[in-house]
C-alpha cells in the first residue's frame, strides 16, 4: 500500500516546487515541504544500500542540528526545499530517455558500434563516441547498454584486459560527455550557484572534454595497438549512413533545446536547473510531434517514467535527508573554520581551486554522492563567490564533482558498471584515478585560462 503512494507522492512534491517558483505564498511552502517530508518517509521504506545510509546519516545530524539551532517545529517543514529542483530533473528526465529509445537512436548506434573495425584502437574510439553521445541523452542507462554490445567484440580477450577496456572507455567517455551536457544537474546546479549562463561557461567546458578525449584516445592507440578483436561481421552502406543521419539528429535534439533552455531562463529570471525542468516535458512531446510519433512517444514515455519515478526512492530519501542537513547546518556556526580556510584559499585561485578538487576527491571515497558533497559545499564558498571570477569557478566545481563518475566507488556509474562485470567497485575506480586527477588539474588549468581571457 505504502508503494503506490510513491509515484502520486513524488508527483506532488515536484508540482508543488513548480507552484512554488511562481505563486509567493507562505502556504504553498508549508504544504510544499509537508509533501516532502511525506515522501522522505514513505522512500524510507524502500531506500536501499549507501544511499539508505547516508540519508539516515544525514536526516538524524539534520534534525539534531535543528533541535540545538532551529526554530519551533512548526518551521521543520520549510526546510527541505533546497533539494527539490534535483529531484524535479530526476523526476522528468525519463521523458528525453523515451524520446532517444522511441527514435531508435540508440539500436543504431550500438548496431554500428558492434560492427567489425579492425583494431582495438579503432574499437575504443568508436566505443567512447557513441558512449559520450548516447550519455548526454540516456544518462546512466549509456553504460549497461554498450557493455552489451561490446562483450562481442572483446570476447577472446583475457578478462583482466577486457574489463580494463570496459572500465577506461565507458566511465571515462560518460564523465566527458556530462562535462558539458545542459541536462547534468551538477552543471544546472553550479551555474544556478555562481549566477553564470551556461553560454558563458560551454565552449570551455567542450574544450576540456575534447582535449581530455584526445589524450585518452591517445594513450588507448597505444594499449591496444596490438590486439586483436573477434570478427562481428562487415557493416552495410544503408546503416552507415542511417548512423550519420542519427547522430545528427540528436546533436540538433540537444543545440535546439539548449536555446530554447537558455531563451526561458532569460526571460523568467528563474535560474537554468528549473528552466531545463519546466521545458524538458513539453520538448520532447513537441518534437515526438515534428517526428510523427506522438502517439507511440506518449505510450511509451507514461510507462518508462512510472517505472522510473518508482524507483526514485534512493533519490528522496538520500537528497531530502541531505537537503534537511546542509540548510540547517548553514545556520549554525559549525562552519566558520572551514569558511575561514576557504576565504584564505580566494587570495590565491589555484589554492582555493586545488582545495575544491582536494574536497571532492575525499568525500568520493567517504561515501558521499558528488551531489550532497557539491550541496555541502556551497554555503562554505557562500561567502566569496563575490570575490573570485564566477566562470572560472564554475569551471572548477563542474570538472571536480563529475570527475568522481569514473572512480568512487560508491557513484551510481562506478558501482553499475562493476556490477555488470562482476567485480569490486573499489577495483574499477582504481583503474581510473590517475585520469581523474588529471582531468581535474586540466579542469583547473582551462579553468585559469577562462580567468585570463574573460576577467583580465
Known sequence: ?????????????????????????????????????????????????????????????????????????????????????????????????????????????????????????????????????????????????????????????????????????????????????????????????????????????????????????????????????????????ETVGSVGKKATQLLAVLVVFTVFVSLLQHWLGKGFLFSVVLLLVPYCFGWALLARRLKRYGTMALRHWKERTEGLANYFFMFLGAGLFVEMLSQSSLLAVLEGWFRAGAEHAVWLYAMIAAYFFVTSFVGFHPLVSLTLLMPLLKPIVALVPAVPLSIVLICCSLSTVMYSPYNISVSLLADELGINPYRVGRWNIGFAIAYMAAGIGVAMVAEMLVHR
Open 1 to 237: 500500500m505504502i508503494g503506490t503512494l510513491r509515484v502520486p507522492l513524488y508527483t506532488a512534491v515536484v508540482v508543488l516546487y513548480v507552484v512554488a517558483q511562481f505563486v509567493d505564498a507562505v502556504v504553498i511552502r508549508y504544504v510544499m515541504g509537508g509533501a516532502a517530508v511525506l515522501a522522505l518517509a514513505v522512500s524510507a521504506f524502500y531506500a536501499r544500500g549507501v544511499y539508505a545510509v547516508s540519508g539516515t546519516v544525514f536526516f538524524v545530524l539534520g534534525v539534531g542540528l535543528f533541535l540545538y539551532y532551529g526554530d519551533s517545529w512548526s518551521t521543520f517543514v520549510l526546510h527541505f526545499e533546497r533539494v527539490l529542483g534535483l529531484l524535479a530533473l530526476f523526476f522528468v528526465l525519463p521523458f528525453m530517455n523515451t524520446l532517444i529509445r522511441v527514435g531508435r537512436y540508440d539500436q543504431s548506434l550500438s548496431q554500428w558500434l558492434q560492427w567489425k573495425t579492425g583494431r582495438a584502437a579503432s574499437l575504443y574510439r568508436r566505443s567512447f563516441s557513441v558512449c559520450h553521445l548516447l550519455g548526454l541523452f540516456l544518462n546512466i542507462a549509456t553504460i549497461p547498454l554498450l557493455v552489451r554490445s561490446l562483450r562481442a567484440a572483446l570476447q577472446n580477450w583475457d578478462r583482466r584486459k577486457a574489463e580494463t577496456f570496459y572500465v577506461r572507455n565507458l566511465l571515462r567517455a560518460y564523465a566527458l560527455c556530462l562535462t558539458w551536457s545542459p541536462m547534468e544537474v551538477m552543471i544546472s546546479t553550479t551555474i544556478d550557484f555562481t549566477g553564470v549562463r551556461y553560454y558563458e561557461v560551454a565552449l570551455f567546458l567542450l574544450l576540456l572534454a575534447v582535449t581530455m578525449a584526445l589524450i585518452d584516445w591517445g594513450v588507448a592507440g597505444v594499449s591496444y595497438r596490438n590486439d586483436p578483436l573477434a570478427d562481428n561481421g562487415e557493416a552495410n552502406g
